[in-house]
Every structure is written in C-alpha cells, then in structure tokens.
C-alpha cells in the first residue's frame, strides 16, 4: 500500500471564494495592501504606502501593478460599470497618494488593491455577454488615462522634491 504525499498548504492568500477571480489578483492585492501585519493591533500594511514614499517612482509603479487587477476584471467578464470603479479606486490611490506623507498615510487606510479584488469577487463572470474589441480598447483607454495621471503626479512631485532640494543646498 502506497501513500501519496499530500502538498503542505501554508495559508498566505485569503482562500478564493470565486473561481473566476485569478490568484494573481489576489496576490497583487495582498503584496500591495496587506502583507505586513502590525502587531498588537488587526491592521496590516502593505507595500503600496512604502513603495510611495519614494517621490517621482513610487505612485506610478504601484498604479501599474494595481492596473494587472483590472486587466483580470476585464478577462472574468466583469461589467464596463465595476471596471470604471476600479479604475477610479487606482485613480484616487495614485492621485491622493502623491500627496507626500498624507498621501502614503491613505493609502496605507484606503486599500484600493483589496476593493478591487472584493469587487471581482462579486462581479465576476456576470456580464452577459464576452469581452469584445471595444471591452479591451475601453479598458485600455482606462488604464492608459490612471497611468498616464499618475506618472504625471509622479514627475510633478519628483520635480518639486528636485527643485526643493537645489533649494536647500543654496542656502
């Protein structure tokens, strides 16, 4: 009698409750918002405030990493409704999270990443139809609009950090 091994399971992911809603996204959502518990309290802090505080670079790549949640929501057939609200909780994420200091203090309490991800859970797989040429030009289009909003906050910001800086170093 031969037993199989059976794979150890270490529980890091929340368990998927809807099978359309790809792992990734949770990952990403996880990575971003929620990966370093605080102790002593049930808040947890994840990467997106951190990697913020890094003028000119910090916003705009956590907006691309948040941008691959919304790319799923278009592939699990979320409708065109719960993908413009995802694409405005990145919105507001990079927008108010280039604000330096209160914006990293947002979005360490706002987790846009974790509403997107609650947001496929209850949406997922409920358009009544498939994802066409215009789904992809539409989300493209949206993608394209937080990314290009958020790199110009980013180069904002870095500018003025720069120009601060030369500032300091005058006096």
Avoid: C
Avoid at 23 to 34: E, G, K, P, Q, T
Avoid at 36 to 56: A, H, N, S, V, W
Avoid at 80 to 107: E, H, K, T
């Amino acid at each position: 009698m031969t037993v199989e091994p059976k794979p150890i399971d270490f529980g890091v992911l929340p368990p998927n409750k809807a099978r359309d809603v790809p792992d990734l996204s949770r990952l990403i959502a996880w990575v971003l918002d929620d990966l370093i518990p605080i102790p002593g309290t049930k808040f947890r802090l994840g990467l997106d405030p951190l990697i913020g505080l890094i003028p000119g670079f910090g916003d705009s790549s956590t907006a691309v990493m948040s941008s691959m949640i919304l790319i799923h929501g278009l592939r699990s057939g979320v409708p065109r409704i719960v993908l413009v609200r995802m694409a405005l909780n990145v919105l507001v994420n990079s927008l108010v999270g280039a604000i330096p200091g209160l914006g990293d203090l947002f979005s360490a309490f706002f987790k846009s990443n974790r509403r997107n991800v609650e947001l496929l859970d209850r949406h997922a797989g409920t358009a009544t139809r498939a994802s066409t040429t215009a789904d992809w030009i539409f989300v493209g289009t949206l993608i394209g609009g937080v990314l290009l909003i958020a790199v110009a906050m980013s180069i904002a910001i870095g500018f003025g950090a720069y120009q601060l800086f030369k500032l300091l170093l005058a006096i």
